[in-house]
Every structure is written in C-alpha cells, then in structure tokens.
Nanobody, 128 residues
Framework: QAQLVESGGGLVQAGGSLRLSCAASGRTFSRYNMGWFRQAPGKEREFGAA????????YYADSVKGRFTISRENVKSTVYLQMNSLKPEDTAVYYCAADGPMYTSVPLRASASAYEYWGQGTQVTVSS
C-alpha cells in the first residue's frame, strides 16, 4: 500500500516555474507507475503526466507537453513535476497518484480510475 504527500505548490506569476514533489511511503514505491493530475474549480480531474516504475517511459497530456517534466527518484521514493512557462489556466489543485504495483511493463495510463492511491493535493495558482 502506498501513501502519498504532495508539496511545492504556491502562487506564481504567468511565465514562472514551480516544482512539485510527491513523497511516497511504502517499500514498493519503485514498482508503481506514477501520475500527476489536476483539478480546477468546477472542472473534472484531468491527467497531466505519468512516469513508469522504471523511469523508462513518460507520457504527457497535450496541454502540458513541452512545459512540464515528470521525473522520479526511487531511492528517495519521490516523484517530481517541474512546471515551466506556467499559464493562468494551469491553476488547479495538483494530485499525485500511484498505479500498481507493477511486475511487468504496463502502458502508462491517463485515466484517473486506473490509479489506486492518491495524495491530498497541493494548490497551484498562476496569476496573470
């Protein structure tokens, strides 16, 4: 079982950058595909980025591709989301999520229903 805690959110001006972190507990973190999702007020939760348990593959939503980078450090049981060139429409609560554990290579998934474990979220606000 994985427990996830996000940090790094805050208020930033448009064009700025933030780096989110998600610390996971549990001995099998390295076996989980990890994802970042976000939810803006009045909108459904949407997929942002995912990374495979081996860090050999990444997958991005079109809305963040080229601006956001997902990475992980299994020795620290942490996954990151580097967000650059932020826009006001990136304002949302950002959640990390875990899909697994995996024992074979599984395609990265964008559906929130595929992820069993979720953090509490961290607020990101981008001012214009």
């Amino acid at each position: 079982q994985a427990q996830l805690v996000e940090s790094g959110g805050g208020l930033v001006q448009a064009g700025g950058s933030l780096r989110l972190s998600c610390a996971a507990s549990g001995r099998t973190f390295s076996r989980y595909n990890m994802g970042w999702f976000r939810q803006a007020p009045g909108k459904e939760r949407e997929f942002g980025a995912a990374i495979s348990w081996s860090a050999g593959g990444t997958y991005y939503a079109d809305s963040v591709k080229g601006r956001f980078t997902i990475s992980r450090e299994n020795v620290k049981s942490t996954v990151y989301l580097q967000m650059n060139s932020l826009k006001p429409e990136d304002t949302a609560v950002y959640y990390c999520a875990a899909d697994g554990p995996m024992y074979t290579s599984v395609p990265l998934r964008a559906s929130a229903s595929a992820y069993e474990y979720w953090g509490q979220g961290t607020q990101v606000t981008v001012s214009s």
